[in-house]
Each structure stands twice: as structure tokens, then as C-alpha cells.
């Protein structure tokens, strides 16, 4: 599908676009808990999920224990799983790694989502216990999905390889400041080796006077059309061989390829840039489904 979600024509978001931007829906549910499933899609995936977690709920109740209670909050950043008292974050979904998400149609109660583990990169099913307000959850979901997704493409979804393209020309600028400060420091060591140079081949207490045609560090000013040949020699020695320049290649005067900013390839980007772009590009590919569903299929179904 070109959308990024899919959902029933009939369906209509709940809340303001802004609510979900600036702020969160928060829901009161009960966490039935999450399980591992072998497909990101599908409703026969989530209800073998829903009936094996419930299972398991009404093994614990029977032993006493209750059903912990949990509070969602939605916004176009996720779906944060919480502990009520507390506020401490159980879990944080973000809405790329949501790929399904449904509620039961006859118990308006349960509701399920499909998110893929940041971690690990497995498919859990998470399941809960609503309060008759699943199908409004549901739909929330829906919506900060939808809004995340626009939101994606405004600021930088369809601009994916240019912002690849920024972090490679800072690499390439940290790069080339680095070389060009390496050959700095290269021209100083020169610079001193000819000044230790000079003064230990200086009788003492003589000042060597200084030819008009050099300059402050006594060399010769460079000429595009002066040749080694010509370069007289100081102490019977020759001066060190200008590296011959290649005609294929044009290099700047350190010596450095010239800068293309339109020509950098992949390793040239921090892969972590690189892999969290296309990870979110890849959920919102991918898309939301909202459903709805039937989960209750036996009267062993019909409570928590």
C-alpha cells in the first residue's frame, strides 16, 4: 500500500492533531502482558496471542494474583507503557516499530498491538484490558501514527539522502580540517629544521644578509614557471624534490584532492545516522493496520 496506514473508510480520528503533536492521550488499561509472534501482520496472529495470554492471566488469577494496571500514553512519539503510581516507564513503543493493531469487535474491552523489540528485533504481541474503550484506543494509535508519518516526511523523510549527503560533508570537512592541521604542523617542522639549519652553518656572530628575492623565512618565492634547475644550491645541497602533480588528478596547494560535495559515498555517513533513517523509513513503509476483530471464540474467552 502507498498509505502508510490502512483502516475502514467508516473510521474517524478521535482527537486534535495538536493533542497528539505537543501533548499525550493518556488511557487507563490493564496489561495482560506481551508475547513473541512469528509475523508483524495479521489477524490470526493476534488472536493465538490474545487466547495464549489470557490463558496464562486466568492460570495467574487463580492463584491470586491480579492483572496489573498500566497507563498508555500515546502521542505522535509512541506509545509509552507506564506504571500508574510511579510513572515509571514499562515499555516504549515508537510508532515505526508498530506494525498492527486491532480490538475486539464483541468485547469492547481488549485491544492488541504488534510492535517489533528494539533489542532484540523480535515481533511482540502486546494485549490489554480496556475498559470498554478499546476501539478509541485503537484509533488513537491510528492517528499519532498517521501524524508521525506526516510529520517524518515534512521534516526529513523525503529528504533521506540529502540528509545522508550533510552527514557525509561533515565527516569530509572533520576529515580535511584534520589533514590540513597535520600539514601545518609538517610546514612548522620545516620551518625549524632550516632555522636550526642556518644557525649552525652561521660563523659566530656574523648576520647572513638576506637576498631582496627571498622572503621572511629566506625561500625562494614560489613561480609557477620556475624550475628545480634553476633553484641555486645553499651548502653544496639540493633542495628536497617537488613532488611531481598528476594530470588525472587536480589537488590543492597541500596537496589534497579538491572537495566535491556531490561526490561522497555511502561510508563516508556515521552508520547511526544511517541505520536509524532507514529503520524508520522501513516501519512507516511498511504501515499500521487497524482492525477489528474477534478475539472472544469460547466461553473460557469470555473473561480476564
Known amino acids: ?36 509472534v512469528e509475523q508483524p ?30 497507563e498508555l500514553q500515546i502521542s505522535i512519539y ?83 539522502e540529502t540528509r545522508k549527503q550533510i552527514a557525509g560533508l561533515q565527516k569530509r570537512i572533520q576529515d580535511l580540517e584534520t589533514e590540513n592541521m597535520e600539514l601545518k604542523n609538517k610546514v612548522q617542522d620545516l620551518e625549524n629544521q632550516l632555522r636550526i639549519t642556518q644557525v649552525s ?12 628575492s627571498t622572503d621572511i623565512f629566506d625561500m625562494i618565492p614560489f613561480s609557477p614557471i620556475s624550475h628545480q634547475s634553476s633553484i641555486p644550491t645553499r651548502n653544496g645541497t639540493q633542495p628536497p624534490p617537488v613532488p611531481s602533480r598528476s594530470t588525472e ?16 559515498g555511502a561510508g563516508d555517513f556515521p552508520p547511526d545516522i544511517q541505520s536509524k533513517l532507514d529503520e524508520m523509513q522501513e516501519g512507516f513503509k511498511m504501515g499500521l493496520t487497524l482492525e477489528g476483530t474477534v478475539f472472544c471464540l469460547d466461553p473460557v474467552d469470555s473473561r480476564c
Open 41 to 70: 501482520k495479521g489477524t490470526e496472529v493476534v488472536r493465538d496471542a490474545v487466547r495464549k495470554l489470557k490463558f496464562a492471566r486466568h492460570i495467574k488469577k487463580s492463584e491470586g494474583q491480579k492483572i496489573p494496571k498500566v
Open 78 to 160: 509512541g506509545v509509552k507503557i507506564l506504571e500508574p503510581k510511579t510513572k515509571e516507564v514499562q515499555h516504549n513503543c515508537q510508532l515505526h516499530r508498530i506494525s498492527f493493531c486491532a480490538d475486539d469487535k464483541t468485547d469492547k474491552r481488549i485491544f492488541t498491538f504488534i510492535c517489533k523489540d528494539s533489542e532484540s528485533n523480535k515481533h511482540l504481541c502486546y494485549v490489554f484490558d480496556s475498559e470498554k474503550c478499546a476501539e478509541e484506543i485503537t484509533l488513537t494509535i491510528g492517528q499519532a501514527f498517521d501524524l508521525a508519518y506526516r510529520k517524518f516526511l515534512e521534516s526529513g523523510g523525503k529528504d533521506v
Open 201 to 212: 652553518t652561521s660563523p659566530a656572530g656574523s648576520v647572513t644578509p638576506k637576498s631582496p
Open 1 to 36: 500500500m502507498n498509505r502508510a496506514f490502512s483502516r475502514k473508510k467508516d473510521k474517524t480520528w478521535m482527537h486534535t492533531p495538536e493533542a497528539l503533536s505537543k501533548h499525550y492521550i493518556p488511557y487507563n488499561a490493564k496489561f495482560l502482558g506481551s508475547t513473541e
Open 249 to 264: 588528478i587536480k589537488r590543492d596547494l597541500f596537496g589534497a584532492e579538491p572537495f566535491d560535495p556531490f561526490n561522497c
